[in-house]
């Protein structure tokens, strides 16, 4: 079974979710994608090499094998699901010290 692909499949729904019934709307602003794809450029390059220098090795039975590079297709669903929802606590606890 593809635990890791499962998993990340279900932290970007949640985080999906999530940011939609908070009622943040990161996911509205461009910002936002500007944001990530800074954080992505620094994902091939750190990610890449622990991947690509074999420093992190992933056991193909648990994810797809769909590789960006070197890098898992996963990493990317999990990376975006991280900071995609601190980015929605951050904003949601923002607002509630306000009130």
Known sequence: MKEYTILA??????????????????????LFF????????FKFLVNGFLTGASVVIYNPDYFLGLRLGSIPLEDFLFGFSMVTMTIVFWEYFKKKNRL
């Open 34 to 41: 500007v944001f990530l794809a800074v954080i992505i450029l």
């Open 9 to 30: 499949l279900c932290s970007v729904f949640v985080t999906v979710l999530a940011d939609k019934k908070i009622g943040i709307n990161i996911l509205k602003r461009r």
